[in-house]
């Protein structure tokens, strides 16, 4: 069951959807799943409850603004080449003081794992978890994103995302016209996340149609401490992919790095 949050971000009223999964442990810091361009609550399927349930956590899952049952992007409003900035910096602090969360891990996937590590190098956090993340633009996150863009348009991909979000236009071309156009190709975070003092995972599929393995190992130039974890016979999705490898791995991590 998913209850609505109410946070005021530049002079809107935003309504983020959101669930607790997981076990109630309040000496356990909160594991905040942030999803992918695409994503939801509901697109993230039993991943974070069973990550958390099995080992032990208790976890926050949201949408977005634009996504799932939360407030829709109105059609004429354009995201600018900051937009997860924005997320980072103004959002998800809003709802973290909302529900009363303080210094969380979070557990980002795709353009959820850029906004994790922007967190994380403006706020204190316990941790972060990156799985596909992106801290500049490449060539094949292009290809693929035309890609869809194409399947968009011409097959049943609208309907699917239906499913899962209450517009999924708003989902869609929010997401998607923003990375297509031109001004966010110079995109890049790479200065802006050595800042970062935090605990960090990145994770990547050997076979990511979104991105190559330079994304993980741009991270680990900036912050030397950061593990590594290449994903074999994984694609853009290991939650999806290898989602056993990555819930074992994911949760040592944060007990390797949570007090006893």
Not at 114 to 137: D, K, T, Y
Not at 231 to 260: M, N, Y
Request: proline content about 6%; hydrophobic content about 40%; aromatic content about 10%.
């Amino acid at each position: 069951m998913t209850a609505l949050a109410q946070v005021d971000w530049r002079g809107k009223a935003l309504r983020l959807e959101y669930r607790w999964v997981g076990v109630d442990h309040s000496a356990q810091p909160v594991v905040v799943f942030l999803h992918e361009g695409l994503g939801s609550v509901a697109m993230w399927k039993d991943f974070p409850e069973r990550f958390c349930t099995e080992h032990g956590f208790k976890g926050l899952v949201y949408s977005r603004y634009g996504y799932g049952q939360s407030t829709p992007r109105p059609a004429d409003e354009q995201w600018a080449p900051d937009f997860m900035h924005a997320q980072a910096h103004e959002v998800l602090p809003a709802l973290l003081r909302e529900l009363g969360i303080d210094r969380p891990w979070l557990f980002g996937h795709s353009d959820g794992a850029s906004i994790a590590l922007l967190h994380a190098a403006r706020f204190e956090v316990a941790g972060v978890i990156v799985v596909a993340p992106h801290i500049f633009v490449e060539d094949v996150s292009i290809t693929s994103i035309e890609q869809a863009r194409e399947a968009y348009a011409t097959t049943d991909l609208r309907a699917r995302l239906a499913r899962y979000h209450a517009d999924p236009d708003s989902a869609f071309r929010g997401w998607n016209d923003v990375w297509l156009s031109p001004a966010f190709r110079g995109w890049n975070i790479e200065d802006e996340i050595a800042t970062i003092r935090c605990p960090v995972l990145a994770v990547q599929g050997e076979d990511d149609e979104y991105g190559t393995l330079a994304q993980i190992r741009g991270i680990a130039a900036r912050l030397p401490e950061t593990r590594l974890l290449v994903v074999p016979k994984c694609a853009h999705s290991p939650h999806r992919d290898q989602p056993e490898l990555l819930a074992r791995e994911s949760a040592r991590f944060i007990v390797d790095h949570s007090p006893s």
